[in-house]
């Protein structure tokens, strides 16, 4: 799985065993011009059929006649848009006495934040770290997020009640997710435990707010081995990026409102409008926006900071969601049968199309490129190794206007 914004995927399924080019000629751009045109020739004709992995659709068109003298492999087409995978957007709120300005906008800006990421269509869920509950230094979100009228968890939304203390919040976010001593619910900086929100398929963005830095560096954050907090005799799970997490944090993106005030020097504090400035300008939250690609804005900017912050926040969370490179096989037209022996896999872009081999399995990957079958006997799906994933994404990803066709009917090229 690698991060791919949603793309289109034109497939080509075998209509006719004649007509196939010889395996080592330049057979599969002829399929592609031929087919992907809707129907030359004797096309037009439509044959039933859909697929139902990955949340994709199909609709075949019969394929016409090749050109330049050779004979086409002549097939059907089908276009299918891949579904995104779902994204998990952790909020965590500082709730020391100077964050009253700032919690009173998250509160009044959250349900915003939510129907953003809803009209992109993606499949979200928003997980709240911070005191739960009505004062002005604690957080209830209203419904429709919520899912009570008394700030209850819902099917979209879920709150951790957690103290979160002005240099603590990165401690607070491991400890509360790994359940450790010291961050437990019903313990001073404790809460109600999150991780079982959280879905192994989905992309994961953290946004902190706050007016101070973190006692944890960057680095302790991702990749800390666990065990006593190195600030108090309390104990913390794994870095977000340890290996015993399976990989649900990989890819992360931090985003932050917090008190930078110089986009180069990172140990420079904003300014609030009385001139005073918050307490830190929270370097370590810098490191992590920069390293992760997320977006920041300076809380010392107030109300008229949030709507563009939360609309850059939902822009990211957009910008960052993730499709797997699963690529669902649609079902051969009635009366014919799928050759697994004659397919292969481009990335078009315009006028150029870089053909990318078969290499059996995923251990055939390596670091090169690739594609192979989720099932080499009877496949569902195409699947592309992470070299070719990462291509497609940039060349099929957000504005781009590229492709990825999988092409059925002529020989695969092997690597």
């Not at 709120?93 to 915003?112: L, T």
């Not at 920069?290 to 809380?299: D, E, F, Y």
Request: charged share 15%; glycine share 12%; with cysteine.
């Amino acid at each position: 799985m690698r991060r791919l914004s949603l793309f289109t995927v034109v497939v080509l399924s075998a209509a006719c065993e004649a007509g196939v080019a010889p395996s080592g000629e330049s057979n599969g751009p002829s399929s592609s011009s031929s087919s992907s045109a809707g129907g030359g020739g004797d096309g037009g004709a439509q044959a039933g059929g859909s697929s139902t992995s990955g949340g994709s659709s199909s609709s075949f068109n019969q394929g016409g006649q090749g050109t330049g003298g050779e004979p086409a492999c002549t097939g059907v087409s089908a276009e299918a848009t891949l579904e995104a995978l779902p994204v998990d957007i952790i909020w965590m709120v500082d709730n020391s006495n100077s964050m009253d300005p700032a919690i009173a906008q998250v509160k009044a800006g959250m349900n915003n934040f939510a129907a953003l990421i809803a009209a992109s269509s993606l499949d979200y869920k928003v997980i709240l770290l911070s005191k739960r509950g009505t004062g002005p230094l604690e957080i209830c979100i209203p419904q429709p997020l919520a899912g009570d009228a008394s700030c209850g968890n819902g099917p979209l939304f879920f709150q951790s009640s957690v103290d979160v203390l002005s240099t603590q919040p990165l401690e607070q976010v491991l400890g509360t997710l790994g359940q450790t001593e010291g961050y437990m619910l019903g313990q001073p900086r404790g809460g109600e435990p999150w991780a079982q929100e959280l879905r192994p398929e989905a992309t994961k963005t953290i946004v902190v707010v706050t007016d101070d830095n973190a006692r944890l560096s960057a680095t302790q954050f991702q990749t800390f081995a666990g065990g006593q907090n190195p600030f108090n005799s309390l104990t913390l799970p794994p870095g977000i990026l340890d290996a015993s997490w399976g990989g649900l944090f990989n890819n992360f993106v931090f985003s932050g409102i917090y008190g930078w005030g110089d986009p180069n020097d990172p140990t420079v504090t904003c300014q609030y409008p009385d001139t005073t400035s918050p307490p830190n300008a929270g370097p370590t939250y810098t490191t992590l926006v920069q390293l992760t690609g997320g977006v920041r804005a300076q809380i010392c900017d107030g109300a008229p900071a949030w709507a563009n912050f939360f609309d850059s926040v939902a822009q990211a969370v957009v910008q960052s969601s993730e499709v797997d490179c699963v690529l669902a096989i649609p079902p051969p037209p009635e009366g014919e049968e799928l050759d697994i022996d004659k397919v292969n896999v481009e990335l078009v872009s315009g006028n150029d199309a870089t053909l990318i081999p078969n290499v059996t399995n995923q251990a055939g990957c390596g670091s090169g490129e690739g594609w192979y079958y989720d099932d080499p006997v009877t496949p569902a799906n195409v699947i592309l190794c992470p070299v070719s994933c990462d291509h497609a994404q940039d060349l099929a990803g957000p504005n781009q206007p590229g492709k990825v066709e999988v092409q059925f009917g002529c020989d695969t090229i092997v690597q």
